[in-house]
């Protein structure tokens, strides 16, 4: 069974950076493309980002477009997003999950959740001074 877990989250003051990590399993993971959501209180559940199965397209969120960097590292299994320059706005907890069907080294958010499963448990992420 695939699965994730994601760690790294904390509290943080505006402007600081993070790490967060997704640790992956039961699956072959240079075949799937991987996807970073977030979601806060009240709201849904949003794409903050994806990265393809070799890691060589990365696609973001405007949001966040300037500010976040997706990695991953195929042997160890583990995806990574680097979240630098937080703003309050940020704050939510923060989900990987694997595309859906997607085409070979490629992925996409334009389907929002629907287009991932396989959801880790989050890791919460607080902004605030």
């Known amino acids: 069974q695939l699965q994730f877990v994601e760690s790294g989250g904390g509290l943080v003051q505006p402007g600081e950076s993070l790490k967060l990590s997704c640790a992956a399993s039961?699956?072959?993971?240079?075949?799937?493309?991987i996807g970073w959501f977030r979601q806060a209180p009240g709201k849904e559940r949003e794409g903050v980002g994806c990265?393809?199965?070799?890691?060589?397209?990365?696609k973001y969120a405007n949001s966040v477009k300037g500010r976040f960097t997706l990695s991953r590292d195929n042997v160890e299994n583990t995806m990574y997003l680097q979240m630098n320059g937080l703003k309050p706005e940020d704050t939510a907890v923060y989900y990987c999950?694997?595309?859906?069907?997607?085409?070979?080294?490629?992925?996409?958010?334009?389907?929002?959740?629907?287009?991932?499963?396989?959801w880790g448990q989050g890791t919460q992420v607080t902004v605030s001074s």
């Open positions: 990265i393809s199965s070799s890691g060589k397209m990365t």
């Open positions: 039961g699956f072959t993971l240079d075949l799937i493309s």
């Open positions: 999950a694997a595309e859906r069907n997607s085409f070979p080294d490629f992925c996409t958010l334009q389907f929002n959740t629907r287009g991932f499963g396989y």
